[in-house]
Every structure is written in C-alpha cells, then in structure tokens.
C-alpha cells in the first residue's frame, strides 16, 4: 500500500485531523464510561464500603 503523500498534499493535514478527533472521541467515551461505572459502583453500599477502605497515598503521604 505504497501512497505517496506527495500526489496528495492536502490528505495528510485531514488524515490527521481524523486521528485527531477519532482520539478526542474514544477520551470522551471512556470518560462517560468510567463516570457511569463509578456512579453505580458508589450506589452500592458494599461498593462504597471497598471503596473507603482502600490505602490513600496522599494519606500515608501527610502522615510521613
């Protein structure tokens, strides 16, 4: 698949622009995805409770 950005000089300034906003689309979505899976993890007490009672290093941190 040998293309030669030379025949097509306005295709690598798109081309990037694609891989541009198809990166700033997959962010958003993991984003909206981690969002929600972390609001139905705190919904659930049980969760919450794990969540809590995980080590904070910024804690630990302080206390040093």
Request: glycine share 10%; charged share 15%; net charge positive.
């Given at each position: ?8 000089p ?15 689309d ?28 995980l ?10």
């Amino acid at each position: 698949m040998g293309v030669s950005w030379s025949q097509y000089p306005g295709l690598r300034g798109k081309r990037a622009m694609a891989a541009l906003a198809g990166l700033i689309d997959f962010v958003v979505a993991a984003a909206v995805i981690g969002m929600s899976l972390a609001a139905g993890f705190l919904k659930q007490e049980s969760g919450a409770r794990i969540l809590l009672s995980l080590p904070l290093p910024w804690a630990e941190m302080e206390a040093a």
